[in-house]
């Protein structure tokens, strides 16, 4: 393996899409203040991650986003409430992704150049408009038509200089990578199926990715890096309650397994901002 860009879609376990319809988020739960834990773990395995922050939720957790910065991560948008982008016409995403940017900014202190679209729902007129706001690299690319939400984002005009990498001018799209298994494409890079998946498993599956690409990311939610306890509301079904609590036990130690595993494969993890600059492009 080469390179390995790990990330997190910084956001609350009520923003997620099977949740929407509930009345979550007056519970008061809330999962980012243990992610802390998280951070010290990548700490002690020198790893740098690249956060994509939903906006409506920067202001309260500036101290957070701050921490982040100083231990050297980088942090993008996920935009501005985690609704789908397919939700949105273009003129509505250009005006709440402008003030979203300029909320993270304001809460963290920094510029934000790096976006990622709620659920990978990522268009093509979409990703010319975060172009023209300033953002220089997105990563919204995912192939898996089985799921009902993701789009296979159009990249017409844009090279691809390596695995899981392409460009056009000093913009960068990164993929997230899918594993093809008798015509059925399995996100093994992330999400309920990193939590689902023993790591025994994983590793044969993460085996199979290496023979033929040279490249990985990774992401994650900070309700997955922690196990405390959420309080679902009643009346969820139970496939919904399982994929909202499977595996977030021993998520976070699956996931430094998982790192570790790469790394003795000669991956080297930085941000997705430092891959830019090592490429000349920031």
Known sequence: MKHAWLTVDL?????????????????????????????????EEGVKVTFFCVAEIAKENAGIL????????????????????????????EEETRAAKATIEAAAGAPVT?????????????????RALGF??????????????YRNLDLAGFEQPEDLVYREG????????????????????????????????????????AKKHENFTIYAHPFELTDMPLPLPQGLGRVTRFRCLVG????????RKVIRWLKKRGARFTTLEDDRRERGLA
């Not at 977030?248 to 996931?255: P, V």
């Open 11 to 43: 956001e609350e376990w009520y923003h997620l899409d099977y949740l929407k319809g509930y009345p979550c988020r007056e519970s008061g739960v809330r999962v980012l203040p243990r992610i802390f834990d998280f951070l010290d773990m990548l700490d």
């Open 66 to 93: 701050r921490e982040i910065l100083r231990r050297g991560h980088a942090l993008g948008c996920h935009g501005l409430d985690h609704e789908l982008l397919t939700n949105k016409d273009l003129e509505q995403f």
């Open 114 to 130: 790096g976006y990622r679209a709620p659920c990978f729902t990522m268009e093509r007129d979409k990703l010319e408009a975060i």
């Open 136 to 149: 220089t690299y997105d990563s919204s690319k995912i192939r898996f038509a089985q799921h009902p939400l």
């Open 170 to 209: 000093d913009f960068t799209e990164y993929e997230i990578p899918t594993l093809e298994i008798f015509g059925y494409s399995i996100p093994i890079s992330g999400g309920g199926y990193l939590r689902l998946f023993p790591f025994w498993l994983l590793k044969i599956l993460l085996s199979l990715y």
């Open 248 to 255: 977030r036990k021993r998520n976070l130690k699956k996931l």
